[in-house]
Nanobody, 115 residues
C-alpha cells in the first residue's frame, strides 16, 4: 500500500507562484510515475504534469511553460512549481502515483488564484 500526502496549496494572486509537494510512503515500486492532476468545480479531473522515474515528463497544454514538475527520489517526493498563476488554475490539485499496475491518489490540496 502507498500513502500520498500533499502540501503547499493556498491562496495566491494572479501572476504569483506556489510550490506543491507530495510525499509518498509505503511499498513504492522503483519504476513509477508520479504526478499531479487537478479538478475545478463542475469540471472533469485533468492532467497537470507527470514525471516517470526515468525522468520523462508530460504536461497539460494549459500549464506547459508555466509549471515545472520535479522529483526527489531518495525522499519519494514529487514537486510542482507553479509560476505565472492564472485564475483558471484554481482547482483542487491531486497527487498521483502509478506503479506495479496500481494507482494511488492523495486527498488533494486547494489552490485558489484570486486578486
Amino acid at each position: 500500500q502507498v500513502q500520498l500526502v500533499e502540501s503547499g496549496g493556498g491562496l495566491v494572486q494572479p501572476g504569483g507562484s506556489l510550490r506543491l509537494s507530495c510525499a509518498a510512503s509505503g511499498s513504492i515500486s522503483s519504476r513509477n510515475t508520479m504526478g499531479w492532476y487537478r479538478q475545478a468545480p463542475g469540471k472533469q479531473r485533468e492532467l497537470v504534469a507527470t514525471m516517470h522515474s526515468t525522468g520523462s515528463t508530460s504536461y497539460g497544454d494549459s500549464v506547459r511553460g508555466r509549471f515545472t514538475i520535479f522529483r526527489d527520489d531518495p525522499k519519494n517526493t514529487v514537486y510542482l512549481q507553479m509560476n505565472r498563476l492564472k485564475p483558471e488554475d484554481t482547482a483542487v490539485y491531486y497527487c498521483n502515483l502509478w506503479g506495479d499496475f496500481s494507482d494511488y491518489w492523495g486527498q488533494g490540496t486547494q489552490v485558489t488564484v484570486s486578486p
